[in-house]
């Protein structure tokens, strides 16, 4: 008997996942309206679901693999006749190219629920989200109620005759009066508010419907499965490198980095010497000047005028057209694979919703970060800023906490290993936080995607360490950021050999103030950026992708370094999360291991689509196109191609972003510096996300993902039944 139950399982439980709209019964169908519970309109959704339901091919079959993959092809591929070349794309635009090019994202960055305009930046404790029947104000944890839509399957109603049906549902909580409409039987049913808790016994409703011939259909178990998923981390998580609205660059215009293209007041910045070129260099015969490049189209070039370059009207309107992100204080954006994977969720499966918190943070570790605030990314300086990110521990005991940051009232102290970047020396300090205790909180988190790590042992540093043939290199921006930004290997295993500590912490604290089991956490491991189309490590040609500035350039055997320093972590967090694999250390901190699943299925995908890797199918046309564009003044048009025609979110054989990319995606420029100093193209191609995956990497690691918090779910679903 214990097998029939099983096997009849585990079928409910694979049409869900694949997509298979099953219920009770094939008389009755329905799913959840606006699912996604992110996103505010349906309408946001239903773009997502349009794009699945035409790459997805048979609805009984399951869905292809690289599912995600192809949805974000059919959504951010540029509407054009020929996308050969960025300007063959530009000439032959359609209608459609601008929205296109500037992503998907970019049209839901602020229809969502989470507040990128309050400070600190936040998710809503209540959200109004819309349906077709109209507005509901929701608990953006917990929901009381879903939107649900039901029909007759067609043979059925094919049957009926035409005419009226009268439909009748009785919620499964108690204390709750039936409820019933008359409506043409070719209509729709909308059931308003379907009860959900999380007893499933008080969740749902039962459903049926009587036909004109008299036949009543019914379906005893209409119930929501609404899945809590988290994700925590860094800039891998982020979605770093890809913003929801990214920079729109003028045609005609370019942008000359040169302090003498502003007030010199203005140029007089923690000490730089004025006098003294950081870019070291002059136009060349070719009539470019390497200090110009693509400039953002701002409002004066869109009004036919100019504005006056030291002027604060200039000022304001560059900042005005910067790039839009979710929340610019961490660069995160729906880009990210934890957005991918929770939509995901949703799209499969229209029985269920998916409430969704993402905290990651670039430049966090666990340390600055997840236990302790960090310095904002931008947006830091004015009337309006947020210099520092609340860390995100405290981001998400809050949201869960039923009253908020006041019911934290459980304290624990974690002792962690801390330390300067760049420097070996190893302290201690005590970190005493407060949580929301057991009965306090809203509800358990059914899903915990983590990224964390990296930054533990400095990869930032370390990409700096191999572009770069001097600290000397980037000495002025580590002044602007406040901290080293290059250091070798040696430095890293330092912070390697303490990395258990930290991650004993994590998994400490998931459990303390969130009752998060290790087996619902999914650890990513780091894609490889560093290899190009033939597998080797980037530096066979020196400055692709690089010549944003000229100090920028690939050492080979750097490179090779830093790839051999990856390797080893990569084999330390394999044996954080199991110390009991052959090979690893004794000692370790975290014993036996986390317990969390690290996932590094998706890896070999970036094997040979790395930073530096071209197209093998047009490497030189790709190597071209991979170079920043620049104004000659010896023929007035762009090389290679103009800055208006840049595709972000256009498919490219890389999956990670250079610093060029970055400097047309993103172009993030330091704040209470001029935008004219020639430190500012460097400062914008690296502090933009470069060497992080672009938006289809995060699509391929998100597909990957996906499957194994199936097989997470899956095992839950077996285990309740």
Not at 130 to 151: C, F, N, R
Not at 275 to 294: F, M, Q, R
Not at 669 to 678: A, I, K, N, W, Y
Request: with cysteine; net charge neutral.
């Amino acid at each position: 008997m214990r097998t029939n139950v099983l096997v009849t399982a585990t079928l409910i439980v694979s049409m869900q996942i694949f997509g298979i709209r099953a219920g009770h019964t094939a008389d009755l169908f329905w799913e959840v309206e606006n699912p996604y519970r992110f996103f505010k309109r349906a309408s946001s959704f239903e773009a997502h679901e349009k794009a699945f339901n035409a790459v997805r091919g048979s609805p009984v079959q399951p869905p292809p693999a690289n599912i995600l993959w192809r949805v974000e092809r059919r959504l951010n591929d540029p509407d054009c006749k020929d996308s050969s070349t960025p300007d063959n794309c530009l000439a032959t635009a359609r209608p459609g190219f601008e929205k296109s090019r500037l992503g998907w994202a970019a049209q839901t960055v602020d229809l969502n629920c989470y507040d990128r305009n309050a400070r600190p930046r936040r998710y809503l404790v209540t959200c109004d989200r819309q349906y077709s029947w109209g507005a509901a104000k929701e608990d953006y944890i917990l929901p009381d109620a879903h939107t649900v839509v039901m029909w007759i399957a067609p043979d059925r109603l094919a049957s009926a005759g035409g005419g009226d049906c009268v439909w009748t549902w009785q919620p499964r909580r108690a204390g709750l009066p039936p409820e019933t409409r008359k409506q043409a039987c070719n209509l729709k049913l909308v059931i308003r508010r379907v009860p959900f808790s999380l007893n499933r016994s008080a969740s749902g409703v039962s459903v049926k419907v009587e036909l004109p011939n008299g036949t009543t259909l019914a379906d005893p178990n209409v119930t929501v499965e609404d899945v809590f998923v988290v994700a925590m981390g860094d800039s891998f998580a982020s979605g770093e490198s890809n913003p929801d609205r990214p920079v729109t660059f003028s045609r005609s215009r370019e942008m000359v980095y040169d302090p003498i293209n502003a007030d010199d007041r203005q140029l007089a910045y923690r000490g730089f010497n004025l006098e003294t070129p950081k870019y070291g260099v002059a136009a060349t015969d070719s009539g470019i000047n390497p200090k110009s490049l693509p400039k953002r189209l701002m409002e004066d070039e869109e009004r036919g005028t100019v504005f006056k370059l030291s002027s604060r009207e200039f000022q304001q309107a560059f900042d005005r057209s910067g790039p839009q992100w979710l929340s610019p204080d961490c660069h995160r954006s729906q880009y990210g694979y934890p957005f991918r994977v929770s939509m995901g969720l949703a799209l499969e499966n229209r029985h269920r919703a998916v409430t969704f918190v993402s905290l990651a943070c670039s430049g966090a570790d666990i340390v600055e970060g997840l236990f302790a605030e960090r310095d904002a990314r931008e947006q830091f300086s004015g009337a309006n800023a947020q210099k520092k990110v609340v860390p995100q521990l405290d981001q998400l005991s809050d949201l869960i906490c039923k009253t908020g940051a006041a019911g934290r009232t459980r304290t624990v102290s974690y002792r962690l290993p801390v330390y300067r970047s760049g420097s070996t020396a190893i302290g201690e300090q005590v970190f005493t936080k407060q949580w929301c205790p057991p009965e306090s909180r809203k509800r358990p988190i059914d899903v915990f995607l983590l990224s964390v790590g990296g930054n533990d042992v400095g990869f930032g540093p370390l990409v700096a360490y191999a572009m770069t043939e001097s600290a000397s290199d980037l000495a002025p921006i580590a002044g602007l950021v406040g901290q080293e930004l290059r250091f070798s290997p040696s430095v890293s295993q330092a912070y390697l050999r303490v990395l258990d500590r930290r991650m004993r912490a994590v998994k400490e604290a998931l459990s303390d103030a969130f009752g998060v089991d290790p087996s619902r956490v999914l650890q990513n491991a780091y894609e490889p950026i560093q290899f190009d189309e033939t597998g080797n490590v980037c530096g066979a040609e020196p400055t692709l992708g690089l010549d944003v500035h000229p100090k920028l350039r690939y050492s080979r055997e750097r490179t090779q370094e830093v790839s051999s320093f990856v390797r080893d972590l990569q084999a330390r967090l394999e044996c954080i999360t199991d110390g009991r694999r052959a090979g690893c250390p004794g000692g370790l901190a975290t014993g036996a291991g986390t317990g969390f699943h690290l996932i590094v299925d998706h890896m070999v995908e970036f094997a040979r689509r790395g930073v530096c890797a071209r197209d093998p199918q047009k490497p030189l046309v790709d190597q071209v196109n991979m170079n920043v564009p620049r104004l000659s003044h010896a023929t007035d048009q762009w090389v290679p191609y103009s800055p208006a025609a840049a595709l972000p979110y256009a498919h490219h054989w890389r999956l990670a972003r250079s610093p060029n990319d970055t400097f047309l995606a993103g172009n993030t420029h330091r704040e209470e510096l001029s935008v004219f100093d020639d430190l500012q193209p460097v400062y914008a191609a690296l502090y933009s996300g470069a060497f992080h995956p672009s938006a289809e990497g995060h699509a391929i690691v998100a597909d990957h993902v996906l499957r194994h918090v199936n097989e997470l779910l899956e095992k839950r679903s077996l285990a309740q039944n």
